[in-house]
């Protein structure tokens, strides 16, 4: 898919001019094909291996999700999805709601999950859940949505009818300097971008953290991109921000 490091683009070759100790690191990635009725976060035509898809089956009029099939057979919904094999397929399956059954669906919008006490695929009607919000490290929760709204922490809801609810949670971006891929290099001071699949970035740069300037722009297509700033090695230290354009 790509080069990161010391090799950049997306040529299946690249020259690496080797004046020092270098490293590269070759990106590999798949299609992911899902059945109708399935959102997925994030969305993309290719997923690098090793990223982690959610999956959130929504169940049609009168029916409850009762499964995945394919490369996952699980019935936790919404499912976290790694990708390690080549072309995965996952389908959802669906069974009808009895009289007086309802059924019960959390779309986990951003970065976080949400805890459902008691966890179940359909509930009794007049039966109360829980929905507690847990964002992501360095996320916040903005709020419910869809059959619910507010802020409430936690969200107690009684089941009359069928249900979808949304958890909003930011998606601020990462920056991460831990590899022998990140820090100084002969080019400048490299680091990695944690974001939105396709979100641009861009990336400021402060020796203060009052004043900053745009040190260049980069575009996440697939959640992760390097990002190196060649007039880092003039200064003495500085900090570094990424906000989505």
């Known amino acids: 898919m790509n080069w990161l490091g010391d090799a950049s683009g997306t040529n299946s070759t690249v020259n690496v001019n080797v004046t020092q100790n270098k490293f590269a690191l070759a990106i590999f990635g798949t299609p992911l094909t899902v059945g109708s009725l399935i959102t997925t976060y994030p969305q993309s035509s290719f997923y690098p291996y090793g990223t982690v898809v ?3 089956a929504l169940p049609p009029v009168g029916t409850y999700f009762s499964g995945w099939s394919g490369s996952a057979s699980v019935t936790n919904n919404p499912l976290n999805l790694v990708i390690t094999n080549a072309n995965p397929s996952v389908s959802g ?3 009808a709601l009895n009289t007086g059954q309802s059924a019960l669906t959390v779309l986990e919008m951003g970065q976080g999950h949400v805890s459902t006490i008691p966890y179940a695929n359909f509930y009794t009607n007049g039966q109360t859940v829980t929905l507690a919000p847990v964002p992501d490290a360095g996320q916040d ?3 419910w949505s869809g059959d619910a709204g507010g802020i ?3 969200l107690v809801v009684t089941m009359t009818q069928s249900t979808v609810i ?3 949670f930011t998606t601020r971006p990462t920056l991460r300097v831990n590899t022998p891929l990140e820090g100084l290099v002969e080019d400048g001071f490299r680091l ?3 974001g939105e699949f396709g979100v641009p970035y861009s990336i400021q740069a402060s020796t203060n953290l009052s004043q900053w300037t745009t040190a260049g722009t980069v ?3 697939y959640g992760t991109v390097q990002f190196t700033d060649p007039a880092a ?3 003495p230290y500085i900090f570094y921000r990424a906000l989505a354009n």
């Open 93 to 95: 399956l669906f069974g």
């Open 141 to 143: 929760f903005l709020g």
């Open 192 to 194: 990695t971008v944690l």
């Open 166 to 168: 949304a958890a909003n």
């Open 54 to 56: 959610k999956l959130t």
């Open 233 to 235: 090695t003039n200064r």
């Open 219 to 221: 575009t996440n297509t």
């Open 152 to 154: 409430h922490i936690p």
